[in-house]
């Protein structure tokens, strides 16, 4: 599904772009040729397991989640990404390989996504993007490696510190369940460590 307004759903993305690098009229042009506005209603698969990722996807609005589930039926979330943040499988994407992944939508939620192929045109006909999405995935790397460091060497406690230093603004609108999934942890411990922590603030 789209949204209504079109114009209305790329001014995020191109203000975000903007506080990277300033754009000029015909790089946004670009931008708004290429991007596509898209709504995924809540609990919409915008990628699922055994599919290839074939969209890079920017949040306006909304919230997604990366995940996978194991052979127990478990849920391992390894990313979440509201407004302003971008998501997709990386290496299914660029590879065009099926994915072991899933992504799908906590909220109604609508992001500008762009193909693999339009990805390729933008940094052709505007190498500066090739720059933007550089930092990008030099980001994201380092992110990711933050996060492997911290599940093997830091404690449940820590690790809830530094997703309400990364997630402030998700919060309230998580589950006890789905944070604790992210985390690694049972929602009862979660629980537990909520409590231990709001007894030693008041």
């Not at 949204?3 to 790089?27: C, G, Q, V």
């Amino acid at each position: 599904m789209k949204p209504d307004n079109l114009e209305t759903s790329l001014e995020p993305l191109l203000n975000y772009f903007s506080r990277l690098i300033p754009l000029n009229k015909e790089e946004k042009e670009l931008v708004t040729a290429l991007f596509h506005p898209r709504l995924y209603r809540k609990r919409q698969y915008a990628l699922q397991e055994g599919d290839v990722c074939t969209q890079m996807l920017f949040v306006v609005r909304g919230c997604l989640r990366m995940y996978k589930i194991d052979e127990g039926g478990n849920t391992h979330i390894l990313q979440f990404a509201a407004e302003n943040y971008w998501i997709n499988d990386l290496g299914s994407f660029h590879t065009e390989k099926p994915s072991a992944l899933n992504i799908d939508a906590l909220e109604d939620t609508v992001v500008l996504q762009i193909s693999h192929s339009n990805l390729i045109t933008l940094y052709t006909e505007a190498p500066k993007f090739h720059r933007i999405f550089r930092v990008l995935v030099e980001n994201s790397y380092v992110s990711l490696q933050k996060r492997l460091l911290q599940n093997i060497s830091s404690t449940a406690e820590e690790r809830y510190h530094s997703f309400l230093e990364l997630y402030p603004h998700l919060v309230n609108r998580l589950s006890q369940t789905q944070i604790a999934s992210y985390l690694g942890i049972t929602p009862e411990f979660l629980s537990r460590l909520r409590n231990k922590l709001s007894k030693q603030k008041s």
